[in-house]
């Protein structure tokens, strides 16, 4: 069964209980920093710019932030622990791998929003703050959510440093192609354990008034070997798309039970970055060393007689391995990463929208069987 819901945006934004700007940045957790934002600017053409740490006063982590369009990374490592925060790091690096650590959303009130969050059953790791510089004041307050993942609210008004005061402007490691653009970060989907998925859904219907957008349950999400089930979270403007999985009982393992174990519970499964040119996002990327699931070439045989016309010839896609779906809004092209990091949790999706604001249903079966190709390579299915 899919349910789907649609939003005019005027009307949500007029009863929009938590409006949102967007997203702020996604926090990584990571073991290296450095080395970290070197891959991410060669790899995926993302540019540095700002950082923080001992140069700049931060004694206890290092932070590089990178962007490429309006998609914001930030890699942060401890140094040396020396407060809670820093023993939170370490202890979520050593027990995680890298992975996210903060979805931040950006919101036009941080207070406001705190207060909505936390009075609809939020729970609050740290108040609404101030962080000032002579560029301006930046507004933040945190708020928990699945695993060890949380929420940073930031009201940054008028604020026009390179990131939030402490962190200076930095110079790109590497100039990376103009080519290799990122629109924006489109979703990101967390992972949580089996029979919790109804309740995060909740969770952010009632603490940030987002709507259900899309519902995966059943056949729509299962192969031969493994199942899972989905459901979409979304603000009134569609800026910002959480998108919730959890296993379903099957014969073998799935994508979602391999995470959950080596990721150790709950957390960020993967980032979708939106691109203007797919084509030459996936070229580049490839060329610079980033691996993409592998697609058989039998489902590119009929595809030009039910995706009907796209903007990338059939054989380009081939050659790429990139996906199509087609629904009643238009068409998206999408691909998918293999895991980033030796452990078989994080990764990404590219994906070029034109219309569709789906998420690749027609392409679950063929995504999912490639995964178990990978995860039976691992020995994990």
């Given at each position: 069964?899919?349910?789907?819901?649609?939003?005019?945006?005027?009307?949500?934004?007029?009863?929009?209980?938590?409006?949102?700007?967007?997203?702020?940045?996604?926090?990584?957790?990571?073991?290296?920093?450095?080395?970290?934002?070197?891959?991410?600017?060669?790899?995926?053409?993302?540019?540095?710019?700002?950082?923080?740490?001992?140069?700049?006063?931060?004694?206890?982590?290092?932070?590089?932030?990178?962007?490429?369009?309006?998609?914001?990374?930030?890699?942060?490592?401890?140094?040396?622990?020396?407060?809670?925060?820093?023993?939170?790091?370490?202890?979520?690096?050593?027990?995680?791998?890298?992975?996210?650590?903060?979805?931040?959303?950006?919101?036009?009130?941080?207070?406001?929003?705190?207060?909505?969050?936390?009075?609809?059953?939020?729970?609050?790791?740290?108040?609404?703050?101030?962080?000032?510089?002579?560029?301006?004041?930046?507004?933040?307050?945190?708020?928990?959510?699945?695993?060890?993942?949380?929420?940073?609210?930031?009201?940054?008004?008028?604020?026009?440093?390179?990131?939030?005061?402490?962190?200076?402007?930095?110079?790109?490691?590497?100039?990376?192609?103009?080519?290799?653009?990122?629109?924006?970060?489109?979703?990101?989907?967390?992972?949580?354990?089996?029979?919790?998925?109804?309740?995060?859904?909740?969770?952010?219907?009632?603490?940030?008034?987002?709507?259900?957008?899309?519902?995966?349950?059943?056949?729509?999400?299962?192969?031969?070997?493994?199942?899972?089930?989905?459901?979409?979270?979304?603000?009134?403007?569609?800026?910002?798309?959480?998108?919730?999985?959890?296993?379903?009982?099957?014969?073998?393992?799935?994508?979602?039970?391999?995470?959950?174990?080596?990721?150790?519970?709950?957390?960020?499964?993967?980032?979708?970055?939106?691109?203007?040119?797919?084509?030459?996002?996936?070229?580049?990327?490839?060329?610079?060393?980033?691996?993409?699931?592998?697609?058989?070439?039998?489902?590119?045989?009929?595809?030009?007689?039910?995706?009907?016309?796209?903007?990338?010839?059939?054989?380009?896609?081939?050659?790429?391995?990139?996906?199509?779906?087609?629904?009643?809004?238009?068409?998206?092209?999408?691909?998918?990463?293999?895991?980033?990091?030796?452990?078989?949790?994080?990764?990404?999706?590219?994906?070029?929208?034109?219309?569709?604001?789906?998420?690749?249903?027609?392409?679950?079966?063929?995504?999912?069987?490639?995964?178990e190709r990978e995860q039976d390579k691992r020995g994990n299915l």
């Open positions: 069964m899919t349910q789907t819901t649609h939003h005019t945006p005027d009307t949500a934004r007029q009863a929009d209980p938590f409006p949102v700007k967007g997203m702020d940045a996604v926090v990584f957790a990571v073991g290296n920093a450095k080395q970290a934002a070197h891959y991410y600017s060669t790899a995926f053409g993302m540019r540095l710019v700002a950082y923080s740490g001992p140069e700049t006063g931060s004694r206890e982590t290092a932070s590089y932030v990178l962007e490429n369009g309006s998609a914001r990374f930030v890699f942060t490592s401890v140094v040396k622990p020396a407060t809670t925060w820093g023993h939170f790091l370490a202890a979520h690096v050593a027990e995680h791998g890298d992975g996210v650590v903060d979805l931040a959303i950006e919101v036009p009130d941080a207070r406001a929003a705190y207060e909505y969050a936390v009075g609809h059953g939020a729970r609050s790791l740290a108040e609404p703050y101030e962080l000032k510089d002579e560029h301006g004041t930046v507004v933040l307050a945190v708020i928990a959510t699945y695993g060890q993942t949380r929420h940073t609210l930031v009201e940054r008004t008028g604020y026009d440093g390179p990131y939030l005061p402490g962190f200076a402007a930095a110079s790109p490691i590497v100039e990376p192609p103009a080519r290799r653009t990122f629109q924006a970060i489109d979703h990101c989907v967390g992972n949580v354990e089996l029979g919790h998925m109804n309740e995060w859904v909740g969770f952010y219907n009632k603490v940030m008034g987002f709507t259900n957008m899309k519902e995966f349950v059943g056949d729509d999400i299962a192969t031969e070997y493994s199942a899972l089930m989905s459901k979409v979270v979304a603000d009134g403007t569609l800026k910002v798309k959480f998108p919730i999985n959890e296993p379903a009982i099957a014969k073998k393992k799935s994508q979602i039970d391999e995470y959950l174990e080596f990721y150790g519970g709950a957390g960020v499964q993967h980032i979708a970055l939106n691109s203007g040119d797919i084509v030459e996002t996936v070229r580049t990327m490839r060329a610079a060393g980033v691996q993409f699931l592998d697609t058989p070439d039998s489902y590119y045989d009929t595809l030009g007689e039910w995706a009907g016309d796209t903007r990338v010839p059939v054989e380009t896609l081939r050659e790429l391995k990139i996906l199509v779906d087609r629904d009643e809004d238009g068409y998206l092209l999408q691909i998918f990463t293999k895991p980033v990091q030796d452990r078989p949790t994080v990764f990404f999706e590219i994906i070029e929208r034109h219309g569709s604001m789906g998420f690749g249903k027609g392409n679950f079966k063929a995504l999912f069987e490639a995964i």
